[in-house]
């Protein structure tokens, strides 16, 4: 069993900044993928970045340039630096790790607003 604690949300202006983790634990093999994905309200969850244990990573179009996605394989724990923020980057944050099967945080809520 694998379990994820998020923190980091929060409100921001536009243009702020913010920076999430998520800390797992558990059985966790040193082989495998974390990623933030987000769901706004009224929306499907969607992919925001992914990141191997690796190193390599991989954004959706809508946050290159503006997010970076890290990781601490020793601490498996990941990151998501949240720069430039824009109202439509309101959602809630929600992380994974997929070792075997997929396991998910409960999510982060991100507001930016002026």
């Known amino acids: 069993q694998v379990q994820l604690v998020e923190s980091g949300g929060g409100l921001v202006q536009p243009g702020g900044s913010l920076r999430l983790s998520c800390a797992a634990s558990?059985?966790?093999?040193?082989?495998?993928?974390m990623a933030w994905y987000r769901q706004a309200p009224g929306k499907q969850r969607e992919l925001v970045a992914l990141?191997?244990?690796?190193?390599?990573?991989n954004y959706a179009d809508s946050v290159k340039g503006r997010f970076t996605i890290s990781r601490d394989n020793a601490k498996n724990t990941v990151y998501l630096q949240m720069n430039s923020l824009k109202p439509e980057d309101t959602a809630v944050y929600y992380c994974?790790?997929?070792?075997?099967?997929?396991?998910w945080g409960q999510g982060t809520q991100v507001t930016v607003s002026s």
């Open positions: 994974k790790i997929t070792v075997y099967r997929d396991y």
């Open positions: 558990g059985s966790i093999s040193s082989n495998n993928l």
């Open positions: 990141i191997w244990s690796g190193g390599s990573t």
